[in-house]
C-alpha cells in the first residue's frame, strides 16, 4: 500500500531544528509499502531550521508569538492533494507535532506539556478519510504475522481473518 509518512521519519533533515527524526521500524515499512516522504511545515513555506511552533488557542503560534497558522494550514492541504493524487492509503505521522500530531499536541506554552487534540495536517487528512496513524503506533503497518504471511496488508483472505479474529486494524485498500 502507498503511506504518506512525515518526512523527519525517514531521516531527512526537516524538523524546526534542522534536525531528523529517522525511525528504524518506519523505515523497514519500505521493504513491503510504498513510502511518501513529506513535511507539511516545508510544503507550507516555512524555512528548514525554523522557530519551535504549538498549537495555542486554535492558532499555530511560534515560541516568540509569530503566527504561523496559514503556513500550517497550506502544508496541511497539500498534505491531503498529495495523498489523494498518489492514491495514500494511510498517512503515518510524526507524534505530537502541531502539524502532524494525532490524539497528543504541545499545549502552546513551550513547556513540553502535552494536551489532546491533533495536529493541522493529521486532522485534515482524517476529515477526509484519510487514516491517520502516529509513528508509535508503526507496528500495526508491519509486514502481516498471518499464517499466509503476505507481502502487504490485506493482499489474502487469511490476512483479513487474521485481523479480524485478533482485532488488529490495518489499511485496507
Known amino acids: 500500500m502507498k503511506i504518506l509518512v512525515s518526512a523527519c521519519l525517514l531521516g531527512t533533515a526537516c524538523r524546526y531544528d534542522g534536525s531528523a527524526f529517522p525511525n528504524e521500524a518506519v523505515l523497514e515499512l519500505a521493504r513491503v509499502h ?37 503556513q500550517y494550514e497550506k502544508g496541511a492541504a497539500e498534505a491531503l492533494r498529495l495523498a489523494r493524487l498518489l492514491r495514500c492509503e494511510c498517512a503515518l505521522l510524526q507524534d505530537r507535532s502541531p502539524s502532524c500530531g494525532i490524539g497528543v499536541v504541545h499545549d ?43 507481502q502487504r496488508h490485506g493482499d489474502c483472505e487469511a490476512c483479513r481473518l487474521y485481523h479480524q479474529r485478533h482485532g488488529r486494524p490495518f489499511c485496507e485498500r
Open 108 to 150: 502552546g506554552s513551550f513547556t513540553d506539556t502535552l494536551t489532546p487534540g491533533d495536529g493541522l495536517t493529521a486532522k485534515k487528512l482524517s476529515e477526509h478519510g484519510v487514516r491517520v496513524l502516529p509513528a508509535s503506533r508503526v507496528a500495526e503497518l508491519s509486514a502481516c504475522p498471518c499464517d499466509k504471511r503476505c
Open 34 to 70: 510504498t513510502l511518501v516522504p513529506f513535511c507539511p511545515e516545508v510544503y507550507g513555506g516555512l524555512p528548514t531550521p525554523r522557530e519551535p511552533a504549538e498549537i495555542c488557542g486554535g492558532r499555530v503560534l511560534t515560541r516568540s508569538g509569530a503566527d504561523v497558522t496559514k
